[in-house]
């Protein structure tokens, strides 16, 4: 990269610029606007996006995905205008795909959310979630003298209104709301 960089330094003094830049096919140059676009949110060449996430559940499509501890880019854009959700959220994530669990994850969070595989820029397939029907070790119980926040036991919840987001304890039968979720 360096390398690349003092070369074109040396082509521009000597006013050569014209057929030598020519090879630089992925990074047209970088004009203002280009730069401009670039500090709002970045493309990913490899990766997910992950897309009409109702605002506030933002950040807990990133805790689900672990992102903090990602090594690849992350980009997170919350409060976008959306014509179908109102405001939304856009998780951008480089060099990751997403597991059917992750998926599922974000589907009791962001149950409009739209799933992109990104592969050389382009958006390669497009997964919209759906809230799954039962939800394995995904949830925290609300109730605190549920077994499962006594013993080492993976919660399990039946969903039974998908819109807005009830769902039922197997082990204790507390009903929950789409504002009591926690995710383990
Ligand atoms: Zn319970």
Redesign the pocket.
């Known amino acids: 990269m360096a390398k690349r960089k003092a070369k074109n330094r040396k082509i521009r003094k000597s006013g050569k610029s014209g057929k030598k830049i020519r090879g630089r096919k992925t990074f047209p140059s970088a004009s203002k606007e280009d730069a401009k676009k670039e500090l709002k949110i970045s493309a990913i060449d490899e990766g997910t996006v992950i897309d009409h996430i109702p605002t506030d559940a933002t950040f807990k499509v990133v805790e689900i995905l672990n992102l903090e501890n990602h090594s690849g880019i992350v980009s997170i854009a919350t409060n976008l205008q959306s014509k179908s959700i109102g405001k939304k959220g856009i998780v951008k994530v480089g060099g990751k795909s997403l597991t059917q669990e992750e998926v599922n994850k974000i589907a009791i969070v962001a149950p409009d959310a739209t799933v992109n595989i990104i592969k050389n820029y382009d958006v390669k397939e497009k997964i919209k979630v759906k809230t799954p029907d039962i939800i394995d070790n995904v949830v925290k119980?609300?109730?605190p003298v549920?077994?499962?926040?006594n013993e080492k036991i993976p919660?399990k919840f039946y969903v039974f209104k998908k819109e807005p987001l009830k769902i039922k304890?197997?082990?204790?039968?507390?009903s929950m709301g789409k504002e009591d979720i926690e995710i383990i």
């Open positions: 119980c609300s109730n549920c077994v499962t926040n919660t304890c197997h082990y204790c039968e507390r």
